[in-house]
């Protein structure tokens, strides 16, 4: 998270060629003059975008009647989240209901500077930057960076107070421990594992505050922790699933065979120890 290094850096203009879901927002100047502009880069199926999602949607909700306006900026981190179909049934689900750009070239992504997901800009209404932040975390100091922006407009606004950590690892100055890194079962994110026979699994050792699946498919991924018993995880198109949730950071084993699905990564949480 950071003040950006100068106060003169202005956004880059949106490309006239990317295709807008939900609706087309204006150019950045017309949207910056009604008040900030928050630009939220994410996978809809990328865990780390997902759990910062519920903030950028709350923060929607709470401001946009007061001048903020809200865009998603889907850069795929998975092939099967770059068509058109799928990111229409990946903001269905998961309730967007700002602008969301295809940014399937990277076209804006690029003009941004992106390093990974999820990536936050928020704009000024001088069209300068005024906070950034890659990665999870720092959800309070970006809201209260959003309130300041709209507080410049209106000194005497009635704002709420910023949100409550959703979860122990979103507090300031939480200390996690270093999950495990995501898995590939198979061999990066644009292929995904298949099963090559009726016994073929998947053993995958890990720590973390849970374990979820990047899929896609009419099926289910069917899950064991520890040797324990089964149980089906539900796959009805593109997204990311739960397989296990644990309230602090634990090692565990999953074994995981698939049932008419298609797995492309495994990832694992962060949570406080």
Do not use: C
Request: charged residues 25%.
């Amino acid at each position: 998270m950071a003040r950006p290094p100068r106060a003169d850096i202005a956004p880059p203009e949106l490309p006239p060629r990317v295709r807008w879901l939900n609706s087309e927002p204006g150019s950045m100047p017309e949207m910056t003059a009604s008040g900030p502009v928050l630009v939220h880069f994410f996978d809809f199926a990328q865990l780390n975008s997902v759990r910062s999602l519920p903030y950028v949607l709350e923060w929607h909700r709470r401001y946009a009647e007061h001048g903020l306006t809200v865009l998603g900026i889907h850069s795929p981190r998975f092939s099967f989240t770059k068509t058109e179909d799928a990111l229409e049934a990946g903001i269905e689900r998961l309730g967007i209901p700002y602008p969301v750009a295809q940014d399937s070239s990277y076209a804006i992504w690029h003009d941004y500077g992106v390093k990974g997901w999820p990536s936050l800009f928020l704009w000024n209404r001088s069209r300068a930057l005024a906070w950034f932040h890659f990665g999870e975390g720092e959800y309070r100091a970006t809201e209260e960076a959003i309130q300041a922006e709209l507080r410049e407009a209106d000194a005497l606004v009635d704002l709420p107070r910023p949100m409550e950590p959703l979860r122990p690892s979103d507090a300031p100055g939480a200390g996690v421990a270093r999950p495990t890194d995501e898995l590939f079962p198979g061999g990066g994110p644009g292929e995904p594992w298949r099963p090559e026979g009726p016994g073929d699994a998947l053993e995958v050792p890990y720590a973390g505050g849970g374990a979820f699946a990047a899929a896609t498919g009419d099926g289910s991924l069917n899950v064991r922790v520890d040797g324990g018993p089964e149980r089906a995880v539900e796959i009805r198109g593109p997204g990311l699933y739960e397989l296990t949730e644990h309230r602090g950071h634990e090692a565990h084993r999953l074994r995981i065979t698939s049932s008419g699905a298609e797995l492309y990564s495994v990832g694992f949480p962060a949570q406080v120890p």
